[in-house]
C-alpha cells in the first residue's frame, strides 16, 4: 500500500516563502506531483517529479529525494491567491496514471 | 480545449436512494477516474477507466459503480445512498503525469 504525510496546515504572510514537506511509503514509486485546489473549486496540476532534484515552475518549486522518500513544495514571493490546499500525490509503478493523494495542507497567506 | 465537465454540479439526496454522475472527458483522453472527497478522508480513489474498461479499483463497496462510454464519456453510480456518502465527487482525465480535474459534483444525502 501507499501512505503519504504532509503537515495539515501552514500560515506564512505575503511576500515570504514557504515550503510545504510530503514524505511517503509505497511499495512502489513512480513519481510524485503536487496539485492546488481553492476552496469550492477542483484540484488543479502544480508539478511532477520523477527523477531527483528540483523542478522549477515561476514562484513555484519541487524537490525531490527518493533515497529519502520525500518531496516539497517551495512557494516563493507568497501572494493572498495562493491561500489553498495543496496536495501531494504518488504514483506507484503500476504503469496506470492514478496517484494516491495525501490528505493537503492548507496554506494560509496573510497581508 | 474544453476542460473536464461534470453533471450535476449539486445533488441533494434522501438515504437509500441511488444516484449517477456524470463526467465528460478532455477531448482525446481515454483515461477517466472518480475520487471521493471528503474535509476527514481527503481525496480518495474510487475506480479508473481506460477505453471503456475499468483498470484500475479503490477500496470502496460494491455500491460504487461506475462505466465508461465508447467516446470516453463516463458515469458513476451509487445505490442505496448512506449518510456518509456525502462529499465532493471529482472526477478527472490523463493522457500522461498529469490529472485534469473537473469541478465536481457535490452530493449531499439526508
Not at chain 1, 477542483?42 to 513555484?60: H, K, M, Q, V
Request: glycine share 10%; hydrophobic share 30%; charged share 15%.
Amino acid at each position: 500500500g501507499q501512505s503519504l504525510e504532509q503537515p495539515s496546515e501552514v500560515t506564512a504572510v505575503e511576500g515570504a516563502i514557504v515550503q510545504i514537506n510530503c514524505t511517503y511509503q509505497t511499495s512502489g514509486f513512480y513519481g510524485l506531483s503536487w496539485y492546488q485546489q481553492h476552496d469550492g473549486g477542483a484540484p488543479t496540476f502544480l508539478s511532477y517529479n520523477a527523477l531527483d532534484g528540483l523542478e522549477e515552475t515561476g514562484r513555484f518549486s519541487s524537490f525531490l529525494s527518493r533515497s529519502d522518500s520525500y518531496g516539497y513544495l517551495l512557494l516563493q514571493e507568497l501572494q493572498m491567491k495562493d491561500s489553498a490546499s495543496y496536495f501531494c500525490a504518488v504514483r506507484d509503478a503500476r504503469g496506470s496514471y492514478i496517484p494516491t493523494f495525501g490528505r493537503g495542507t492548507s496554506l494560509i497567506v496573510h497581508p | 480545449k474544453a476542460g473536464v465537465t461534470q453533471t450535476p454540479r449539486y445533488l441533494i439526496k434522501t438515504r437509500g436512494q441511488q444516484v449517477t454522475l456524470s463526467c465528460s472527458p478532455i477531448s482525446g483522453h481515454r483515461s477517466v477516474s472518480w475520487y471521493q472527497q471528503t474535509p476527514g478522508q481527503g481525496l480518495q480513489f474510487l475506480f479508473e477507466y481506460f477505453s471503456e474498461t475499468q483498470r484500475n479499483k479503490g477500496n470502496f463497496p460494491g455500491r460504487f459503480s461506475g462505466r465508461q462510454f465508447s467516446n470516453s464519456r463516463s458515469e458513476m453510480n451509487v445505490s442505496t445512498l448512506e449518510l456518509g456518502d456525502s462529499a465532493l465527487y471529482l472526477c478527472a482525465s490523463s493522457s500522461t503525469d498529469e490529472q485534469y480535474f473537473g469541478p465536481g459534483t457535490r452530493l449531499t444525502v439526508t
